[in-house]
């Protein structure tokens, strides 16, 4: 399995694996929309200096995505790596597919001159095995999300 950043010839796979964790996850009671997810994923391709979209690939097959950005902390000019998806497909669960784009962007995080990686666990996909995953990747659990629907 390799990781690579990803190309534009990526994205409509990009797309489809994009909505297939909508489906799956928490954010299943919201409508998908492909177009502004297509922006999103382009604009993460087109930004390298401060997003990345890493590709995780099996063969010809893209196996799971980690979309990433770069940004300030609130209150200093700082560098703070955050996630926007990672997301690998079933079949792929349980690989080396997440560790290595983990580490992926880990490195990218340092060449960027990151002081912090940040991942959330927002669409509640095995959440409690993700939080441990996490922890074995030497990440640790600080705080939580706290959601209330309103429609």
Request: glycine letters at 6%.
């Amino acid at each position: 399995m390799i990781i690579r950043p990803a190309r534009y010839e990526d994205i409509d796979i990009l797309l489809e694996m994009n909505f297939r964790m909508h489906h799956e996850g928490a954010y299943a009671f919201l409508p998908f929309d492909f177009e502004k997810v297509r922006k999103l994923i382009r604009s993460f391709i087109a930004n390298p200096d401060t997003r990345c979209v890493f590709v995780a690939e099996e063969g010809n097959t893209i196996a799971g995505l980690f979309m990433v950005y770069l940004t300030d902390y609130f209150a200093c000019n700082e560098k703070l790596a955050c996630d926007v998806v990672l997301f690998v497909d079933k079949q792929y669960r349980g690989s080396t597919a997440a560790m290595r784009l983990i580490k992926a962007f880990h490195d990218w995080a340092i060449a960027h001159q990151a002081r912090e990686m940040c991942l959330g666990i927002s669409t509640n996909i095995n959440a409690e095995r993700t939080g441990k995953f996490y922890e074995r990747m030497g990440f640790t659990h600080v705080g939580g999300i706290y959601k209330e629907r309103l429609f």
